[in-house]
């Protein structure tokens, strides 16, 4: 299984490329999409999914081209949108039931047989009779993650699907990502980079529809080795880091005299007083390649 | 990797496609299982439940204040009199199974899930339908059960069931024009407002648009069902243009589906309204007639109506042999057993030497059918748009013609037509009790003897009436010549 795309490109109407001629490859497991709000990402899913019709180029999902095989790709294909409402007056299994047949399960046993194994792994056996609507958020996240997988789909996409979830659902999400990127391509889109950090195998970082980086994870870490830093200072000192370097966190520290704030940043060269390296994270990377797209202006 | 421009990609081959079968059963599938959600959505919910009870409320009170609570009469008020009420009632009902709180959104499904929209639409729409059959199948039921109940009159299923038949293509139209209007605009008060206020339009604006439009007459059905469909298919349309298929096949085809059916409903409505009687065909007979001075001794004018079947049956067809031509309404009170007891007056004497002829003055023109099957008599029930108003004729609201010639205001009269085409004056009792006399006046018009007349009308009985309308029969002289006879399509 794997995604290819092909001058992949869209422009809309009013004149907007939305996404600049593409050309990549997804291999099978978990991919992370990253990139600000406006990079391309939606889009790109959009066309994947054969939501969006490509303005020019192509893409192939495991062999099928998205604009001529649509049904043959929504076939293979799990969708989870950001929002989503599911009934919430049906009971959790009912529910996946029928999204099970709307995703193409017609036989009526294999459904059933699909609807008990998938409730298990994402841990709602225990509650298959509840009311969706009185489930938790992390719940209702994880039914909406076997009703995009009941059909065993071999593409699937996952737009912020640990969006609003508190750390223990969350945590819990991304080992379920985890364990479903097996034998399959999962694309993760979002603004999380720790939840690509935990799952990914595959990082593809987007900006103003171009793709900025695509590369493992250790790759786009070795990106920022050795040009990760932080340093103890004032707002003063702070203000001073914003001016010359990318600022990748700040935190105040309240029994700190003088200088309550811890500043990391990155930066080929940091000349700061009291600056030290630090081990890079891939949130570092993450501002570095952004950084260093072709369209933002690059601090010395 | 190797970059190929989309132009040079292979086009799939035939067997890389879905087969049509297994597409067509999956979509079956899907429909089915969308449509028994919808209903159990549905019916689940208060709404249904709570307008039913409130029309079941309604059908009880109609039993309790009826006239006569027999099935007939009963069943014509639900359709006629407590019909519109239900329909704006089932409207707002449609529109809130069609609100998103206790569903997944639509779009969110189309992206989501291998399923087309018009599954999805279909068997919500279908879930609709039976979703406000529910609440006026509780009325019905309630009012039977009333009926049966508290009078012990004999249940007439038929009659009710025709009383549904004649309600429910206008349910059905608004409830699909609620449902189009929120499962496209997605909000639930524009959508059941703008339905609310076509209901108003459709129901308080009778005078202004062609009869052959209202959605609560049953011979309007057909346009009335063509109407719906072509509302389905736009919305069918709407979705498959705002989707990923917005260039496929399917849509073009629902689009031009709707754009041909809504034709095809706009023809059938023109052809219906110049050939089916209406108020614009009674108010033209009206006019024709209304300067014609007939004394009593004139032969009447040649009225026409049409028969069950829409064919023209005119009074001069009659001519030769003495006509009883009677004059009743729906909701009139013994109305079937009158209808037996004419069959067997018109059996008793034959149909050579006496014909007997039930007009009814309905607007809706397929009472008059219903009510031949229900009376179970050979008796060749007529049709006549509106209903009596005496002496008095209102050209923006119209009545009957026939009831305004003969000064009718009330059902069931009936009038006495002798072989010469003049009218009786003697009144005719209808009632059981003066069956005897009934058969006598008829034996003495058989035998061509001249009764005594009842007195002229008074000297002037037009002064209540609009300037220019002459009482017929109130002044000499001359008749109507037959050939001044309005057609049957022109409301004579």
């Known amino acids: ?300 | 990797m190797s970059v190929r421009s989309a132009t040079s990609l292979p086009r799939p081959s035939a067997d890389a496609r879905a087969s049509w079968t297994a597409q067509v059963s999956g979509a079956w599938s899907r429909f089915l299982a969308t449509l028994l959600l919808e209903i159990r959505l549905n019916l689940t919910t208060p709404g249904p439940w709570l307008v039913g009870v409130v029309l079941a409320g309604f059908g009880y009170v109609a039993v309790r204040t009826a006239p006569e609570a027999a099935s007939v009469p009963l069943a014509w008020i639900l359709s006629a009199e407590i019909g519109p009420l239900a329909v704006v009632l089932l409207a707002f009902v449609a529109a809130s199974f069609a609100h998103r709180p206790a569903r997944y959104e639509m779009n969110e499904l189309l992206e989501s899930k291998r399923v087309a929209s018009e599954e999805l639409i279909l068997g919500r729409w279908l879930g609709m339908v039976v979703g406000i059959a529910v609440p006026l199948l509780l009325q019905y039921g309630a009012t039977m059960l009333a009926q049966e109940g508290e009078h012990k009159s004999p249940l007439v299923a038929a009659a009710y069931a025709a009383s549904f038949a004649r309600l429910f293509p206008s349910a059905l139209l608004l409830g699909t024009l609620a449902f189009a209007l929120v499962t496209l605009t997605r909000v639930l008060i524009l959508g059941g407002g703008l339905a609310g206020l076509a209901w108003f339009v459709l129901y308080f604006g009778q005078s202004f648009y062609p009869s052959s439009f209202r959605p609560d007459l049953s011979q309007n059905a057909t346009v009335t069902l063509g109407q719906t469909a072509t509302l389905l298919l736009i919305v069918l349309t709407a979705f498959r243009g705002q989707r990923r298929a917005k260039r496929a096949p399917s849509a073009y085809v629902f689009g031009i589906s709707a754009g041909l059916l809504g034709i095809a409903t706009l023809l059938t409505a023109i052809v219906n309204g110049q050939t089916m009687p209406s108020g614009r065909t009674a108010t033209a007979t009206w006019e024709r007639l209304r300067d014609g001075r007939i004394r009593r001794q004139d032969p009447l004018p040649n009225l026409a109506w049409v028969d069950t079947r829409g064919e023209r049956v005119s009074l001069a067809g009659s001519r030769g042999r003495p006509l009883l031509l009677v004059l009743v309404q729906p909701k009139d009170t013994g109305l079937l057993a009158l209808l037996r007891r004419l069959d067997a007056v018109q059996k008793e004497f034959g149909t050579d030497k006496l014909g007997v002829l039930p007009l009814v003055l309905s607007e809706d023109l397929g009472t008059a059918k219903l009510l031949a099957d229900l009376s179970g008599t050979a008796l060749g029930l007529v049709s006549e748009w509106g209903r009596p108003g005496g002496r008095t004729f209102k050209p923006d609201e119209p009545g009957s013609s026939t009831a305004w010639v003969f000064g009718i205001d009330g059902t069931p009269r009936a009038v006495l037509i002798r072989p010469d085409g003049t009218r009786s004056g003697r009144e005719i009792r209808l009632e059981p009790e003066a069956a005897d006399d009934l058969r006598q006046q008829v034996r003495r018009a058989i035998a061509g003897e001249t009764e005594e007349d009842e007195p002229e009308p008074p000297a002037n009985p037009g002064a209540s009436l609009p300037p220019g309308i002459t009482p017929p029969g109130a002044t000499p002289p001359g008749g109507m010549p037959a050939g001044n006879a309005p057609a049957p399509g022109s409301g004579g």
């Open chain 1, 1 to 300: 299984m794997q995604v290819q795309t092909i001058n992949l490109t869209r422009t809309y109407p009013g004149g907007v490329t939305a996404v600049h001629p593409l050309n990549l490859q997804w291999p099978t497991g978990v991919v992370g999409l990253l990139g600000p709000n406006g990079a391309g990402k939606t889009t790109l899913m959009r066309m994947l999914s054969t939501l969006l019709e490509p303005s020019n180029g192509t893409a192939l999902v495991n062999g099928f081209d998205i604009r001529y095989q649509k049904p043959q790709v929504r076939e293979i294909l799990g969708y989870l949108p950001q929002d989503f409402g599911l009934y919430p007056s049906l009971g959790v299994a009912e529910c996946l039931d029928y999204m099970g047949l709307l995703a193409g399960l017609t036989n009526r046993k294999q459904r059933r047989a699909r609807v008990e194994e998938w409730l298990e792994r994402v841990n709602l056996t225990e509650y298959r009779n509840r009311k969706v609507g009185a489930l938790s958020g992390g719940m209702k996240r994880r039914l909406g993650i076997a009703q995009a997988v009941i059909h065993e789909p071999r593409l699937v996409i996952f737009d912020e699907p640990t969006a609003g979830l508190d750390p223990e659902e969350r945590m819990r999400v991304r080992n379920l990502l985890s364990e479903l990127g097996g034998d399959r391509t999962i694309v993760l889109s979002t603004h999380i980079v720790a939840d690509v950090a935990s799952t990914a195998q595959m990082i593809t970082v987007m900006s103003r529809g171009q793709v900025v980086f695509h590369d493992t994870p250790i790759a786009m870490l070795d990106r920022v080795r050795d040009r990760s830093w932080q340093v103890r200072t004032d707002d003063a000192g702070l203000a001073a880091a914003r001016e010359r370097y990318l600022v990748t966190e700040v935190q105040r520290e309240s029994n700190s005299d003088g200088a309550p704030l811890l500043v990391r940043m990155v930066g080929d060269e940091v000349d700061l007083p009291g600056v030290e390296r630090r081990s890079p994270s891939l949130e570092d990377a993450y501002v570095w390649v952004m950084g260093a797209s072709p369209d933002t202006v690059v601090k010395p």
